[in-house]
């Protein structure tokens, strides 16, 4: 009773995390990594326990003579020491070293590898929210206000809409501030040239630590195809394949030799001065879960390395490419009607290149994928009249200068 009450509130806490507010600070597949396989992972995780904690994970056959205390005791040695396996059509060899070749050592260990496991999806996200904090851009207040104001009134829309272009403007204005700050020393030459590929003051920061969390993404999901071959002893990166291939032919793949029901095991009582050695036939019933948990992940992180490297692919075209990032920002100024053609389409690409740079290119894009293009349409044309109004102030600043100069020269006179 006690362990099922357990096991409840173990299940409670995993509502109660999904229930957490979703930040809106990256996109869909970033999701599928540290959210829905994260969860997936905790799920199988309290399965998997619940089988080991709450009901029998292991029985074993014992010997007619063994009483009720001898039974568990045989039980959870061969539990707590490792199982081997033999197929029922080979003779048990004489010798512990062959028996041992084929020991079973993973089955104790498959709820905290999993929680490993479910870690190690999550960090590339931890990695992200810490490093993206000092761009200068709160792109997850950005990101939400965006998404909340294509479902609000009008007049609420239209505020919102006005906060966020302000909001981003002003950062952008900060980034650039910061480059134009820097004293041209020796020192800071040098981090120029080493911060031209993710430095703030580049304008590039953000989109550059968002491709390394995608490739820490992707070293993840396939280096866990390979770190299970150490854990389960083979050659589980090909375990797939096999399954298919099984399937296809007909096989009985379900009498795995990777997860086998039936094990061996080999264990001794000792009684005063004696030792008597046993070796017992035992059912591993926990097995008939790990092999269809370890079936999916296979799929799974197959599944999650092909979108996330689809995904890489897909940014890097977006942001690496200027003319990718001009046609971007042109499409949305054409559908409010901003530009025409001519000047106006050479001032939409120094608006790109110079004004909005890779950062705010990327925030766009990043707002595009969680709420809608009409959202996008909005900020650009708002960001598009902030940039002319600024121009037309620097270019009038810049007039109006010669005459004033000449002005108080003459006065001097």
């Given at each position: 009773?006690?362990?099922?009450?357990?096991?409840?509130?173990?299940?409670?806490?995993?509502?109660?995390?999904?229930?957490?507010?979703?930040?809106?600070?990256?996109?869909?597949?970033?999701?599928?990594?540290?959210?829905?396989?994260?969860?997936?992972?905790?799920?199988?995780?309290?399965?998997?326990?619940?089988?080991?904690?709450?009901?029998?994970?292991?029985?074993?056959?014992?010997?007619?003579?063994?009483?009720g205390a001898h039974v568990d005791y045989t039980?959870?040695?061969?539990?707590?020491?490792?199982?081997?396996?033999?197929?029922?059509?080979?003779?048990?060899?004489?010798?512990?070293?062959?028996?041992?070749?084929?020991?079973?050592?993973?089955?104790?260990?498959?709820?905290?590898?999993?929680?490993?496991?479910?870690?190690?999806?999550?960090?590339?996200?931890?990695?992200?929210?810490?490093?993206?904090?000092?761009?200068?851009?709160?792109?997850?207040?950005?990101?939400?206000?965006?998404?909340?104001?294509?479902?609000?009134?009008?007049?609420?829309?239209?505020?919102?809409?006005k906060y966020v272009v302000r909001h981003i403007?002003?950062?952008?204005?900060?980034?650039?501030?910061?480059?134009?700050?820097?004293?041209?020393?020796?020192?800071?030459?040098?981090?120029?040239?080493?911060?031209?590929?993710?430095?703030?003051?580049?304008?590039?920061?953000?989109?550059?630590?968002?491709?390394?969390?995608?490739?820490?993404?992707?070293?993840?999901?396939?280096?866990?195809?390979?770190?299970?071959?150490?854990?389960?002893?083979?050659?589980y990166n090909l375990y797939g394949f096999q399954?298919?291939?099984?399937?296809?032919?007909?096989?009985?793949?379900?009498?795995?030799?990777?997860?086998?029901?039936?094990?061996?095991?080999?264990?001794?009582?000792?009684?005063?001065?004696?030792?008597?050695?046993?070796?017992?036939?035992?059912?591993?019933?926990?097995?008939?879960?790990?092999?269809?948990?370890?079936?999916?992940?296979?799929?799974?992180?197959?599944?999650?390395?092909?979108?996330?490297?689809?995904?890489?692919?897909?940014?890097?075209?977006?942001?690496?490419?200027?003319?990718?990032?001009?046609?971007?920002?042109?499409?949305?100024?054409?559908?409010?009607?901003?530009?025409?053609?001519?000047?106006?389409?050479?001032?939409?690409?120094?608006?790109?290149?110079?004004?909005?740079?890779?950062?705010?290119?990327?925030?766009?894009?990043?707002?595009?994928?969680?709420?809608?293009?009409?959202?996008?349409?909005?900020?650009?044309?708002?960001?598009?009249?902030?940039?002319?109004?600024?121009?037309?102030?620097?270019?009038?600043?810049?007039?109006?200068?010669?005459?004033?100069?000449?002005?108080?020269?003459?006065?001097?006179?």
């Amino acid at each position: 009773m006690i362990a099922w009450l357990g096991m409840d509130s173990i299940i409670g806490s995993v509502g109660r995390v999904a229930n957490v507010k979703v930040r809106n600070d990256d996109d869909l597949n970033d999701r599928v990594n540290h959210l829905y396989t994260t969860g997936i992972l905790i799920i199988f995780t309290v399965v998997v326990s619940a089988r080991q904690y709450v009901g029998d994970p292991i029985r074993c056959w014992c010997p007619a003579q063994f009483t009720g205390a001898h039974v568990d005791y045989t039980n959870n040695i061969c539990w707590i020491s490792n199982t081997y396996y033999i197929p029922m059509e080979y003779a048990v060899p004489e010798s512990h070293a062959k028996r041992v070749e084929n020991e079973l050592t993973y089955y104790q260990w498959v709820p905290v590898m999993l929680l490993i496991q479910a870690l190690m999806f999550y960090l590339p996200c931890i990695v992200w929210r810490l490093l993206n904090g000092h761009s200068g851009i709160n792109v997850d207040r950005i990101v939400s206000l965006a998404s909340d104001a294509q479902y609000e009134a009008p007049e609420v829309r239209m505020r919102t809409i006005k906060y966020v272009v302000r909001h981003i403007d002003r950062c952008l204005d900060n980034q650039r501030e910061s480059r134009h700050r820097c004293c041209v020393t020796l020192r800071h030459i040098l981090s120029a040239k080493l911060s031209l590929l993710c430095g703030r003051r580049y304008g590039n920061y953000l989109i550059a630590t968002y491709l390394v969390m995608k490739v820490l993404y992707i070293s993840n999901a396939i280096g866990q195809l390979f770190m299970l071959n150490a854990f389960l002893a083979t050659e589980y990166n090909l375990y797939g394949f096999q399954v298919l291939d099984d399937l296809i032919k007909g096989s009985e793949w379900t009498a795995s030799k990777r997860f086998p029901r039936v094990t061996m095991c080999d264990f001794s009582i000792r009684q005063m001065t004696n030792s008597h050695h046993y070796s017992v036939q035992c059912v591993l019933p926990i097995n008939l879960f790990n092999e269809k948990i370890y079936i999916f992940l296979w799929f799974w992180l197959v599944f999650v390395s092909v979108l996330t490297s689809y995904s890489l692919m897909s940014w890097l075209w977006q942001m690496v490419f200027p003319s990718s990032r001009i046609h971007y920002v042109r499409k949305f100024l054409k559908i409010m009607d901003r530009i025409g053609s001519g000047p106006d389409k050479k001032l939409a690409t120094r608006f790109t290149m110079e004004y909005l740079r890779h950062d705010g290119v990327f925030t766009l894009r990043l707002v595009g994928k969680n709420s809608s293009d009409i959202v996008v349409a909005e900020i650009v044309s708002g960001l598009w009249d902030v940039y002319r109004s600024k121009k037309s102030i620097q270019i009038r600043n810049t007039s109006t200068l010669p005459s004033n100069g000449h002005e108080s020269d003459g006065e001097d006179v």
